[in-house]
Structure formats: C-alpha cells, structure tokens
C-alpha cells in the first residue's frame, strides 16, 4: 500500500510563494513518473508539472517559469516551489505518482495510480 501526504498549501496573495511537498509511504515503491495536478472549483483536473526518474520536466504553459517541481528520491519526497502565484492558481493541488513512463500527455490523470489527498492553495488579489 503506497500512500501520498501533501503539505504546504495554505492562502497568500498574489505575487507570493508557497512550496508545496508531498512525502511518500508504504510498500517499496520506485515511480517512474511524479506529478502536481489541480482542481480548481467547477473546473476539471489538470496537470500542472511532471518530473521522471532521469529528472526530466514538463509544465503547463501557464506555470512555466514561476512553478519548479522537484523530487528528492533518498527522502521519497516530490515538491513544488511556486513563486509569483497569481489568484488563477487558487486550487485544490494533489499529488501523483506511476510506475509507467507514461508522465504527460493526453488523459494523463489516468496513468497515475497513487494520488494524495490535496492540498489548499489560495491567492487572492
């Protein structure tokens, strides 16, 4: 049983940061792919950043350049900085994890296995 826990949600105003993490439990797990999604109110889910076992990133194009998404294997854990938010990024944000290779790309919610239970963030302006 692998369990995700977010944390580091929490309210600021715009132009403000937050680094969210998310801190991986249970059975021996190695994913292949991690990621951030959101879920904004009456929206859908969608994916915010990924980041693969070799390191390598994706972004929505509009978070590029303010959010960096990271992962320190040794502590299980996956983060997102995000700097300059803006009342846009307001959501629920969860974390994600697979063991395919499958990191971004359409319907990509449905290649992640594990998710977490969400986190708050909140910009207001």
């Known amino acids: 049983q692998v369990q995700l826990v977010e944390s580091g949600g929490g309210s600021v105003q715009a132009g403000g940061s937050l680094r969210l993490s998310c801190t991986s439990s249970g059975d021996r797990f190695s994913p292949v792919c991690m990621g951030w999604f959101r879920q904004a109110p009456g929206k859908e889910t969608e994916v915010v950043a990924t980041?693969?076992?070799?390191?390598?990133?994706t972004y929505r194009a509009s978070v590029k350049g303010r959010f960096t998404i990271s992962r320190d294997n040794a502590k299980n854990t996956l983060y997102l900085q995000m700097n300059n938010l803006k009342p846009e990024d307001t959501a629920i944000y969860y974390c994600?994890?697979?063991?395919?290779?499958?990191?971004?790309?359409?319907?990509?919610?449905?290649?992640?296995?594990?998710w977490g239970q969400g986190t708050q963030v909140t910009v207001s302006s």
């Open positions: 994600a994890a697979q063991s395919l290779a499958y990191c971004n790309g359409p319907l990509v919610e449905y290649a992640y296995s594990y």
């Open positions: 980041i693969d076992s070799a390191g390598d990133t």
